[in-house]
Every structure is written in C-alpha cells, then in structure tokens.
C-alpha cells in the first residue's frame, strides 16, 4: 500500500487558515486521497477526499498537487473544535479499507 | 442522529476471559470493520466483512474472531483476553466498495484487561 507522510503536529492560531500538507510520492493512478479527523475521544470522522482536481465541502478545501504526490489541506479558519488528528490516507480504488498512519495533531491557540 | 453504535464504551476485563465488542449501524451498510488504536501505533486493521456472513482478516486478526450474523451487526470477539489486547477498539461501516467510499466510525469502546 502506498504511504503517506505528514508531520506529527502542528498549530494554529483561532480563526486563522491552517494549511495541514500530507506527502504521498508512491500514490498510483487510481489511489484517491482522504482526509480523515478524530477529536478526542471520539472515533474518527470523515471530512474530505479527491482523485485529480481540488475538492471544497463545508468543512475544509483540498487542494491535490497537479503530480499527485502530494496535497494539503486547508481549513479556512481554525476554530477550537477543530483541534484533532488529521490522517491523511490513500484508498486504492478496489479496496474496502482504509489504512491509517499516526497523522497530524493539530492545536488550536485561542 | 448516532449512526454507528458500539455497545460499550469502557469495559473491564480480566485476563483469560471471553469478551464481545457490539457494533450496529443503522445506514444499511455493506462493509463493516474494526480497527485498534494504540498511542504512537495509529489505527490497525483486525477484521473487516463486506456482506452477512463473510469476514477477511485485516492486519492484526490474531487472538480476535468477529461474527457477523446480519447486516446491521458485527461482533468482535476475544476468545481469551491478555493484558496486550488492552486498546481503544473503533467500529466503522461503509457502502459497497468503490473507490470514493467513505467510513464512518462510531465513538469507540476502550477495554481494559487486568
């Protein structure tokens, strides 16, 4: 399976943009890109995932580099709830599962 | 609106005993999995079913079965617990595979073997 790397923390001041980047040298064609979030102690909640082109929904923005190897992404303004891991993961097309690394554990400042 | 529900959300064991670890969803999912969460080891894999009756291991199935009997229910079972099988256990469901499909998790139950 291809890996993903993303650095293990981050901060962000409250109501800034924040800019969450995830490395994936080895995705193939058909690999999409999901992000997923998990604040404490809560299982893990979707928020995004793309193939090819950037990707907006009401949580965040995705934004997938045009070699694919990489993609960050963007919450428009932190807030204090957004303070969770964030896992970057690749899904290949015929699989059911998702493999999850450590992500990134993003702090919010008030 | 609790879509995935695990039955338990802290347990205590002790070693050597059987525990069952619930999970329902109501979404009329396909696929259902577990997973594990350690600190510093992520989320593993232990068992996933992708229809009533059928099961394919994941990473880590060993010293966990898992029954699934009806679609909305998947059973993780530990036969004979240990103090390494102390964990964060996270229930998840999903579509039909497709590349795009999503999970979705429920709250999690943290066992605790003595």
């Known amino acids: 399976d291809a890996k993903t790397t993303q650095p293990n923390s981050m901060e962000s001041n409250e109501e800034e943009p924040v800019h969450l980047p995830c490395n994936h040298s080895?995705?193939?064609?058909?690999?999409?890109i999901h992000w997923y979030r998990q604040l404490p102690s809560q299982g893990p909640e979707y928020v995004i995932h793309g193939l090819t082109s950037n990707v907006n929904n009401r949580m965040a923005s995705l934004a997938i580099a045009e070699d694919r190897k990489s993609s960050t992404l963007i919450l428009h303004r932190a807030t204090l709830r957004d303070a969770a891991v964030y896992y970057c993961i690749l899904k290949q097309v015929e699989a059911n599962n998702l493999f999850f690394g450590t992500g990134t554990r993003l702090t919010v400042i008030p | 609106d609790v879509k995935v529900t695990q039955s338990s959300r802290y347990l205590v064991k002790r070693t050597g005993e059987k525990v069952f670890l619930e999970c329902v969803q109501d979404?009329?999912?396909?696929?259902m999995f577990w997973y594990r969460q350690d600190p510093g080891l992520g989320l593993r894999l232990i068992y996933f079913s992708y229809d009533v009756k059928m099961k394919e291991k994941g990473d880590i199935p060993e010293g966990y079965s898992v029954s699934r009997e009806k679609k909305e229910r998947f059973s993780l079972i530990l036969e004979s617990a240990s103090t390494n099988q102390t964990s964060m256990y996270l229930c998840?469901?999903?579509?039909?595979?497709?590349?795009?499909?999503?999970?979705?998790f429920g709250a999690g139950s943290r066992l605790t073997v003595l």
């Open positions: 979404m009329d999912h396909e696929n």
């Open positions: 080895t995705i193939s064609g058909t690999d999409y």
């Open positions: 998840a469901s999903s579509h039909y595979r497709s590349g795009a499909n999503v999970l979705t």
